[in-house]
């Protein structure tokens, strides 16, 4: 059993991602978590209120599935299944996140300046959770999906769109560790 308290590698969990994208395509389904947002507003009577949340929501409850087992999934991974939750970080890298701040770097899997409660306790933390959840919420919707919709499903399915929203993530990701993140902390 001792394999599975282990990372997997690229050639064991990328098959697997593609099986799994094969058999979505097979069925006719595809993947994304940002749509059941959608649903979920549509469930709880927001289809009243726009026309963009009227449609089957029902159509859609294997998906939500997806959603609790992520959620669950994520839960046994993270407290059963991780003897170690040190991540391996180059030394130079790790040395660049300290004179930063982040003290916990290559100690913990989520740096502790970040991610825990007292990190949210000021006014600066709640006003950048406010304005991130706002652009991601808002990005998401115009990009017509998230991150794993279109890098893992809009890949697979070969569609323009998605190329072009994953360049864009990649883009983001760059401008937002390289430029403005060095400004918020």
């Given at each position: 059993m001792e394999w599975i308290f282990e990372p997997w590698p690229w050639y064991i969990s990328g098959p697997l991602i593609?099986?799994?994208?094969?058999?979505?395509?097979?069925?006719?389904?595809?993947?994304?978590?940002?749509?059941?947002?959608?649903?979920?507003?549509?469930?709880?009577g927001a289809d009243s209120k726009a026309d963009f949340f009227n449609f089957d929501w029902k159509s859609q409850r294997w998906n939500l599935i997806v959603v609790v087992g992520a959620i669950i999934g994520g839960f046994i991974g993270a407290n059963l299944l991780s003897n170690d939750l040190s991540v391996a970080i180059n030394p130079d890298t790790i040395t660049i996140l300290e004179d930063l701040g982040f003290n916990s770097a290559g100690e913990a899997y989520l740096p502790t300046e970040i991610y825990s409660w007292e990190a949210v306790?000021?006014?600066?933390?709640?006003?950048?959770?406010?304005v991130g959840g706002i652009l991601i919420g808002f990005g998401a919707r115009y990009a017509g999906g998230c991150t794993s919709g279109h890098a893992i499903s809009g890949l697979s399915n070969l569609q323009l769109p998605s190329l072009i929203a994953v360049i864009g993530f990649f883009i983001g990701g760059l401008v937002m560790v390289h430029l403005l993140f060095p400004l918020i902390f």
């Open positions: 593609a099986l799994i994208m094969f058999l979505l395509i097979f069925i006719g389904k595809s993947f994304g978590m940002s749509s059941n947002l959608r649903t979920m507003c549509t469930m709880c306790g000021g006014i600066k933390a709640l006003i950048i959770l406010l």
